[in-house]
């Protein structure tokens, strides 16, 4: 493109002998500088001489802020025709000021500007054998965003207390300034203020500190403010609250090791009240089957049968071992060994050891008395 307009500017010369062209542009700002959301226009007035006779073509082109990109064309107005959608990003942001640019007025009009609008745009109007070119660098910035204020450290007498202001979006450089609303509307004087960073350290903190204070943040384009109030106090009695957090411990601690102290004591008494029960079970006896009595009666009988063939003296021994034998013999036999008795109609009559029977109960269960003979101590019958 400058190659083109050399080779014109040196054809205008040699036709008008020397003279310059007739076509003018207008001075005005070479650089803008606007926020993020606002209009911008950018000013290209121009003027023709009657040796300018060729149609008339303006064309808007932008050099991004990255050299690394090439130029492109924004809008343009070629014969008697305007032309606004050559780039996407500015497509319906960008119009020609005067309904017809021929008039002498070549000037544009961006709205809504963002961060990505910034380069340098340049104005070229060609009417043969005039031309005319203008550059303007455009610089779209981003206001600061509304910062947020904090307080870092303790606010109690003596210490160290940092006031922090930071805005999350904003084009740098922004200044931080901190002033205090209330009392003096002075910041003490102990105080240090880092502007760029928009730190506030207060050393050795007094009740005369406290108060409202204001942080703004602020940009060439634009300033944002927050607000906090800071209020210095004694500090607090951390002996009774660390004696009061350890007695709390202790306590819980005791608790819980009663808690557990009376869970074990249960858990024990339960499982020995369930070894009691399986001893009593275990030692209960047997119960006496039918079949034992039985067989303890017909035995009975059968001695009682055989005692009149029995000499008096072996008559003695026969009884006192029989009785002897009586008890171990058929009271403790488990019942589990003994098979069932056949059924028969013959009565049972159950059998009462002699020794546990008074002989009055003996004679009225119909039991006949024996008369065991006495013996002398050589074992003679008397």
């Given at each position: 493109?400058?190659?083109?307009?050399?080779?014109?500017?040196?054809?205008?010369?040699?036709?008008?002998?020397?003279?310059?062209?007739?076509?003018?542009?207008?001075?005005?700002?070479?650089?803008?500088?606007?926020?993020?959301?606002?209009?911008?226009?950018?000013?290209?007035?121009?003027?023709?001489?009657?040796?300018?006779?060729?149609?008339?073509?303006?064309?808007?082109?932008?050099?991004?802020?990255?050299?690394?990109?090439?130029?492109?064309?924004?809008?343009?107005?070629?014969?008697?025709?305007?032309?606004?959608?050559?780039?996407?990003?500015?497509?319906?942001?960008?119009?020609?000021?005067?309904?017809?640019?021929?008039?002498?007025?070549?000037?544009?009009?961006?709205?809504?500007?963002?961060?990505?609008?910034?380069?340098?745009?340049?104005?070229?109007?060609?009417?043969?054998?005039?031309?005319?070119?203008?550059?303007?660098?455009?610089?779209?910035?981003?206001?600061?965003?509304?910062?947020?204020?904090?307080?870092?450290?303790?606010?109690?007498?003596?210490?160290?207390?940092?006031?922090?202001?930071?805005?999350?979006?904003?084009?740098?450089?922004?200044?931080?300034?901190?002033?205090?609303?209330?009392?003096?509307?002075?910041?003490?004087?102990?105080?240090?203020?880092?502007?760029?960073?928009?730190?506030?350290?207060?050393?050795?903190?007094?009740?005369?500190?406290?108060?409202?204070?204001?942080?703004?943040?602020?940009?060439r384009v634009g300033a944002e403010q927050c607000m906090?109030?800071?209020?210095?106090?004694?500090?607090?009695?951390?002996?009774?609250?660390?004696?009061?957090?350890?007695?709390?411990?202790?306590?819980?601690?005791?608790?819980?090791?009663?808690?557990?102290?009376?869970?074990?004591?249960?858990?024990?008494?339960?499982?020995?009240?369930?070894?009691?029960?399986?001893?009593?079970?275990?030692?209960?006896?047997?119960?006496?089957?039918?079949?034992?009595?039985?067989?303890?009666?017909?035995?009975?009988?059968?001695?009682?049968?055989?005692?009149?063939?029995?000499?008096?003296?072996?008559?003695?021994?026969?009884?006192?071992?029989?009785?002897?034998?009586?008890?171990?013999?058929?009271?403790?036999?488990?019942p589990s060994h003994v098979p069932d008795p056949p059924?028969?109609?013959?009565?049972?009559?159950?059998?009462?050891p002699p020794s546990r029977v008074a002989g009055p109960?003996?004679?009225?269960?119909?039991?006949?008395?024996?008369?065991?003979?006495?013996?002398?101590?050589?074992?003679?019958?008397?």
């Amino acid at each position: 493109m400058d190659l083109w307009i050399s080779r014109l500017f040196y054809v205008c010369v040699i036709f008008l002998k020397g003279s310059v062209c007739g076509l003018q542009i207008s001075s005005g700002p070479a650089s803008l500088e606007k926020a993020s959301g606002e209009t911008v226009s950018l000013d290209c007035g121009f003027t023709l001489s009657s040796q300018d006779s060729g149609p008339l073509d303006i064309e808007w082109s932008i050099q991004p802020s990255d050299n690394q990109r090439e130029e492109k064309v924004v809008i343009l107005y070629s014969g008697d025709r305007v032309y606004e959608d050559y780039y996407p990003p500015l497509k319906g942001r960008v119009h020609f000021n005067s309904p017809d640019p021929k008039n002498g007025d070549a000037s544009v009009t961006i709205l809504s500007l963002i961060a990505s609008d910034t380069g340098t745009y340049q104005c070229k109007v060609k009417k043969a054998p005039g031309l005319g070119s203008k550059k303007i660098l455009l610089t779209v910035m981003v206001r600061p965003s509304k910062p947020r204020c904090s307080i870092e450290g303790s606010p109690y007498f003596g210490n160290e207390v940092v006031l922090k202001c930071k805005s999350t979006d904003g084009t740098s450089p922004i200044q931080y300034t901190w002033e205090k609303t209330t009392d003096s509307k002075l910041l003490p004087a102990n105080a240090v203020l880092d502007a760029a960073a928009g730190i506030v350290k207060i050393r050795n903190a007094t009740a005369a500190m406290s108060g409202s204070y204001r942080c703004t943040a602020q940009n060439r384009v634009g300033a944002e403010q927050c607000m906090l109030d800071l209020k210095i106090t004694a500090p607090p009695n951390t002996a009774g609250v660390i004696a009061g957090s350890v007695i709390g411990v202790l306590l819980f601690l005791i608790l819980l090791a009663l808690l557990l102290f009376c869970c074990c004591r249960a858990r024990q008494k339960k499982k020995y009240e369930k070894e009691i029960s399986y001893e009593i079970r275990e030692d209960v006896p047997a119960p006496k089957s039918r079949i034992s009595t039985a067989r303890s009666f017909t035995s009975v009988g059968s001695q009682r049968s055989s005692l009149g063939s029995m000499s008096p003296s072996n008559l003695h021994e026969y009884a006192k071992s029989q009785y002897n034998k009586i008890p171990s013999e058929e009271y403790e036999a488990p019942p589990s060994h003994v098979p069932d008795p056949p059924p028969s109609h013959t009565p049972v009559i159950p059998v009462i050891p002699p020794s546990r029977v008074a002989g009055p109960n003996l004679s009225r269960m119909g039991a006949i008395p024996v008369m065991t003979p006495a013996q002398n101590r050589d074992g003679s019958i008397v």
